[in-house]
């Protein structure tokens, strides 16, 4: 039984185009999620086309952009057999869109670039040169990345320090390892289907929800210090806005990242790490917040509403998650206590 608060919806929607017919297995998948981006479109298919590695496919994930992005995409296609379009029917967000891209790919790895995003020539020979040397044995390769604005100036860089890491009996700490990006990574593909572990649909920081629990199974992971990530922080990104949507989906990440560490015998071995990794998911909503361009009334009030539902979630999850629907109603209806057992 799923003791979530909201349960989530992971994809299985069917594809519109399919891959078949390719003979070949490439060496690497990149998937390309998209939705609306038309602008920046153009110049992060040409990077990952242009890369120093060319073995690759480029699998690009329509997810009902209102814009000429599709467009943009078949154009391309037509002088790059590499690139294949895929067009939802249905919107299912970006941790939807790299479900399919994932479910379609054929390679052994994948890598993920977001279609507002950019990346160096070097880029996925670095993060699959490890694959070579450890004769395919790895099966995570984490890289560095930059922050980038508009005009393509550097904003901050995460540069890790070289590292191979062996997780014997869960002895890494899923929830600090790395950022829990997903673009500045190379994956083993099978970790995700093997275990039936897939990104949320419709929910932000699909990221989050996800690296923490895909890292439980990887048993060889290398970090290497190479940035050729160029991440674009626009003033309407996901990071740099805030809205009740914003709030929720906080509580529902972390609400899946508990039944899943619950499901896995987990919890009493990562609860110091989980704790820490909301406090500072919180943590960085609310400098967010603190820095958005709002109406000091309307900034207190949301920043209110955001430790609300930390201390809600902190003080109560174990209890909260316990109770059965009717349970929830009945305490929900109380004055302001959790009914005892």
Sequence with gaps: MSHAIMPLQESHFPLSQSLNGLDKCPLISVIVPIFKTQQYLEKCLNSITSQTLSDIEVICVDDCSPDDSAKI?????????????????????????????IRAARANYIASVDSDDYIDPQFLECLYAPVLETNSTVDLVIAGFRR???????????????LD????????????????????????????????????????????ATTPRILTFCRCIRIIPDIHYNYLIRSDST??????????DYIRVFSLLRDFLISQNLIDRYSQEFD????????????????????????????????FLKLGFVDHADRVTQLSIQELVENISLPNKIKQS
Excluded: M
Aim: hydrophobic fraction near 35%; charge should be positive; glycine fraction near 4%.
């Design 165 to 208: 890491i062996t997780n014997n009996n869960h002895s890494i700490d899923i929830f600090h390892l790395s950022n829990p990006g997903f673009c500045n990574k190379l994956w083993r593909r099978s970790l995700f289907a093997d275990n039936n572990l897939w990104l949320p649909n419709h929910v932000y920081y699909e990221d989050l």
């Design 148 to 162: 980038v604005d508009p005009s393509g100036s550097i904003i901050s860089k995460f540069e890790p320090k070289s």
């Design 73 to 101: 995409i078949e154009h391309l296609a037509l002088t790059d057999h590499r690139i294949h379009l895929i067009r939802h029917k249905v919107n299912l967000g970006s941790g939807g869109a790299r479900n399919t891209g």
């Design 276 to 307: 820490a990794a909301v406090n500072s998911a919180f943590k960085f909503h609310a400098n967010n917040s603190n820095n958005a361009n709002i109406q000091e009334t309307e900034k207190k009030l949301y920043l209110q509403q955001l430790l």
């Design 239 to 248: 990071t740099h806005t805030i809205s009740d949507k914003h709030l929720l």
